[in-house]
């Protein structure tokens, strides 16, 4: 089982949509997630983090957490073509190591 | 603006030689990290480092070595290059336990 599990995608919706990403991790004391989103050939930047419980909200962006059933997903809503790109999970596991476990992404592509 | 490069942005080289890819980050972030993505892993920790002089191996760290003499850098060091090190590297930072991690342009290095 890998340590953080996403779908490899590709994930299609139409313009305008909400895209729905979602990320399931094994280490149950995992503190902190973060999703980067990664266009092709460039670095992974981040869009948002979370560490608690919930939703946070940012723009058109929501990160949810739910730590008892261990994932974390990302919402975008009115999804636009600029969207199109793999979006990567990551997580801080609970070792006091400040590096990132990252998943393999999903791909996203928005469909005009 | 403060910012963080990767040098060189491309690199070829031969098989057993030794090969350096430097990160520099001028946001006088503690933490620094090295990472390297092939398709169907991900991005996987290769070495970290906490501040001067504090180096920690990663996931996948054999054949590689790092060193931290000085906040900005934290130079990557393949002792003897391996066909299997042909790869994507990515340099990151973070400043704090915050643990945002901000990424560099990324190396794309090819071993014949």
């Known amino acids: 089982q890998k340590e953080v599990e996403q779908n490899s995608g590709p994930l299609s919706v139409p313009e305008g949509a909400i895209a729905s990403l979602n990320c399931t991790y094994s280490?149950?004391?995992?503190?902190?997630f973060f999703w980067y989103r990664q266009y092709s050939g460039k670095s992974p930047e981040l869009i948002m983090f979370?560490?608690?419980?919930g939703d946070k909200e940012d723009g058109r962006f929501t990160a949810q957490l739910n730590k008892a059933s261990q994932y974390v997903s990302l919402l975008i809503r009115d999804s636009q073509p600029s969207d199109s790109a793999t979006y990567l999970c990551?997580?801080?596991?609970?070792?006091?190591?400040?590096?990132?476990?990252f998943g393999s992404g999903t791909r996203l592509q928005v469909q005009p | 603006d403060a910012e963080i490069t990767q040098s060189p942005r491309h690199k070829i080289t031969e098989t057993g030689r030794q090969v350096t890819l430097a990160c520099h980050q001028t946001?006088?972030?503690?933490?620094m990290f090295w990472y390297r993505q092939d398709l169907g892993h991900g991005l996987r920790l290769i070495h970290y480092?906490?501040?001067?002089?504090?180096?920690n191996k990663g996931e996948v760290s054999d054949g590689y070595s790092v060193s931290r003499s000085n906040t900005e850098d934290l130079p990557l060091t393949l002792e003897s290059a391996a066909s299997s090190q042909t790869s994507v590297y990515f340099c990151?930072?973070?400043?704090?336990?915050?643990?945002?991690?901000?990424f560099g342009p990324g190396t794309r290095l090819t071993v014949l």
């Open positions: 990151a930072s973070s400043r704090d336990r915050a643990n945002t991690q901000y």
């Open positions: 280490d149950r004391g995992s503190q902190s």
């Open positions: 979370i560490y608690s419980n």
């Open positions: 990551a997580v801080i596991k609970d070792t006091g190591r400040r590096a990132l476990t």
């Open positions: 946001w006088n972030h503690n933490n």
């Open positions: 480092s906490y501040g001067v002089h504090d180096t």
